[in-house]
């Protein structure tokens, strides 16, 4: 069974003459614990259709399941972890306070809520951080606090949208290699929304390149480098073939 | 924890914040009775009579005001005007206490429905916006009125007046601050399967507070007009409202002492939105303009993340 199955999805916002076809026919079958990276140009649908598997937002046509299940489903039994660009994180709580929201919404008790919240903030390496508030933590900071925050609960689903695109460039790298290492360790399937094609080579498995108007899954290119990825792969030659390949995909469309 | 950390190289010559709000308070009132005191002066001197005659009966001087407030109300009585004015007082605090609350629980309770149905919002606020056009001078009678035909005390017909000014300001605030949130915000509750109740308690109200507390401070002020106002048509004898009309009417006369009444009525509506700064300073965590972490335990972890 796929983790997410995705069958000739489509949706329209709004109708009549102002009506938007953001997503065509889309198609797409991912695998329990794969690592998938979405890409295309802005306004393509990418967020849209990560929505859509979020139930976040009903589709127009067409069926997604996940883990077998109908979207609505898998969002009440708590499947979907998901991180934005912005962290989001609630100004008024503590760090680990934040951490502890999903879990105390799940209804965990106290000493649960403590426990998966030092845990999480370990993973993310915020160990020392648990008592600061949101608006005392660097950009970076504040991002793993809201992965630390999407995983607590333990999501099969990990949804990103764009989670490191305000982020400077070596602050990003360094988020790429820990989300990796996170990823590892934990074999969730994730969905990874992103603009930078180096980003999505280096962290996915496949990469789905999507056109615009209507937003379609016009290639879907397979990232054979092995893991653990590092610095190394950064300046493979296979890495740049990669990227090279997602480029020119990308421009096939235009 | 917040508050000490800030600027602590330049805390050891500088007064602590009370004491310096407590001092730039003094001199500001110390100005004030300046200014009034040269004005008197100079216009009396100049011979000027515009925009008012300085005469000690349009313009009593400063220790006139202080002097009468600290002598007999009337002539051969035994209880200075201070007191008499401080019990009024406390007693129109009373009513507007009451109509504050439940101005408050009104208003956030119809927050709360707005933010919940934008339908409701939409039929709603008209008559919201309309009932702040329509002069409490006329709504007040009619209160009294029904309140009297019920039997219930004039002070409660007079709470709910006060609370008629009350619960406008903290709707309109209350909406702003439950719709702060960005939407985001709130797909992240739909992703935990929040149920409304629990997006309510631990997302929109706790984003809401600061709004709301702006608004009470607001509230708090009307509150104490509205007090003074209604207890006019209702004919209460022992509020704020019936000795500044006395005072007032007596003004030629006698003009001290509607000043004197002025400046408690002041002092009452002060004392009132000093007690809500001190509960918002209690209940609401500011965020802070400072940048307040210790530097040196954040570069560790920036760094020991890029490594
Ligand atoms: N709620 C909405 N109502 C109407 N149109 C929408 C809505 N959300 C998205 N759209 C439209 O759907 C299209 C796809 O939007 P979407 O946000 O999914 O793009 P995207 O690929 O995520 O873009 P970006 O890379 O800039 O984030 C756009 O044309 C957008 O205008
Ligand atoms: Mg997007």
Redesign the interface.
Known sequence: MSAVDIRGVSKVFGSGPGQVEALKDIDLSIESGQFVSLIGPSGCGKSTLLRLV???LPPTGGSLTVAGKTPHEA????D???V?Q?A?L???RSVRANVE??L???GASADERTARAEEMLELV??G??GG??P????G??QQ?VAIARALS?KPSLLLMDEPFGALDE??RE??QD?LLRIWERSKRTVIFVTHSIPEAVFLSQRTVVMSRRPGRITRIVDIDLPYPRDEDTREDRRFYDKVTEVREALREHE | MVAGAVDTWTEGRRLPQWLRSTLWFVAILGFLLLMWEGYKFLWTEMGWSWPVRPINRSMPHTWDIVDALFSPARRGGSDILLVILGEAALFTLREAVLGFVIGAIVGFFLAVVFVRSPLAERSLMPYVVASQTVPIIAIAPMVVLWAGRNDWPQWIAVAFISSYLTFFPVTINALRGLQSP?P??S????????TPN?ELR??LV??A?PYIFTALKISATASVIGAIIGELPAGLPNGLGRVLLRFASSFSSAPEKLFAAVIVSALAGIVFVAAISLAERMI??A??EV???EPE??SV??H???A
């Open positions: 979020g139930d976040l969002r009440l039994s708590r979907y972890g998901m934005f912005q989001t609630l100004d008024w929201l999903p105390e919404i799940m390496q915020l020392d951080f600061h508030y608006w005392q933590l660097s970076g900071m793993r609960f070596m602050t360094a988020m820990e | 960005p985001t915000a797909e992240l509750m739909r992703s935990y399967a929040a629990q631990k997302l706790p984003a507070l609401v965590r965020r802070p940048f307040q972490a335990s954040l972890a920036t020991r993340g890029i």
